[in-house]
């Protein structure tokens, strides 16, 4: 099975920052690749599908990009509103697997 | 308005059942490719089955199959979880989740409020 690995597991950044996380596949996956968005008590939220394109309703300071084994999200300017954990999702195949995921703070 | 409302959580022996409800409302229940996705306390997602809403295929994660069955009813817009042979470590959240297509290849993008699922003596 394809395993999908993200990184870091953990950061802290101030307001403002830009904040990179990343996902990499075992295999290729080309574009088949989602980032969730998951607030503490919350319920997961789509951000970003087919690597790049971003949700309805989505601020566009979030952005993804990538193909193939190597994907990012970014946060272009942290906003506190932003904390949470992101979960990538590769679906070119079952298993549909899910990074281990990423937790944001505030600095 | 596309609603997604879990239902037949709740606490179960080991090598107990328990069969989970997901009823869905505000779109073409038919259409789209259905999956639960769990979450144990404190853990990340796992994709857990997903049944196509091209051809009712249905797809397994390893550490379920042939112990769980996903269905669907799409007369009543409702999605099911039948779990057999319940194991401490499917203790978690089941959430019910609509894929963006019917096919099985397609990012989630609705989810429900999940239900608890409790295995323990």
């Known amino acids: 099975d394809i395993q999908m690995t993200q990184s870091p597991s953990s950061l802290s950044a101030s307001v403002g920052d830009r904040v990179t996380i990343t996902c990499r596949a075992s295999?290729?996956?080309?574009?088949?690749l989602a980032w969730y968005q998951q607030k503490p008590g919350k319920v997961p939220k789509l951000l970003i599908y087919?690597?790049?394109t971003l949700q309805s309703g989505v601020p566009s300071r979030f952005s993804g990009s990538g193909s193939g084994t190597d994907f990012t999200l970014t946060i272009s300017s942290l906003q506190p509103e932003d904390v949470a954990t992101y979960f990538c999702?590769?679906?070119?195949?079952?298993?549909?697997?899910f990074g281990g995921g990423t937790k944001v703070e505030i600095k | 308005e596309v609603q997604l409302l879990e239902s037949g959580g709740g606490l179960v022996q080991p090598g107990g059942s328990l069969r989970l409800s997901c009823a869905a409302s505000?779109?073409?229940?038919?259409?789209?490719?259905m999956s639960w996705v769990r979450q144990a306390p404190g853990k990340g997602l796992e994709w857990v089955s997903t049944?196509?809403?091209?051809?009712?295929?249905?797809y397994y994660a390893d550490s379920v199959k042939d112990r769980f069955t996903i269905s669907r009813d799409n007369s009543k817009t409702t999605l099911f979880l039948q779990m057999n042979s319940l194991r401490a470590e499917d203790t978690a959240v089941y959430f019910c989740?609509?894929?963006?297509?019917?096919?099985?290849?397609?990012?989630?993008?609705?989810w429900g409020q999940g239900t608890l699922v409790t295995v323990s003596s």
């Open positions: 989740a609509k894929s963006r297509s019917g096919g099985q290849a397609a990012a989630v993008n609705y």
């Open positions: 505000g779109f073409s229940f038919s259409s789209y490719a």
């Open positions: 049944i196509s809403g091209t051809d009712d295929s249905t």
């Open positions: 295999q290729g996956i080309s574009n088949y």
């Open positions: 087919a690597a790049s």
């Open positions: 999702q590769r679906y070119n195949s079952v298993p549909l697997t």
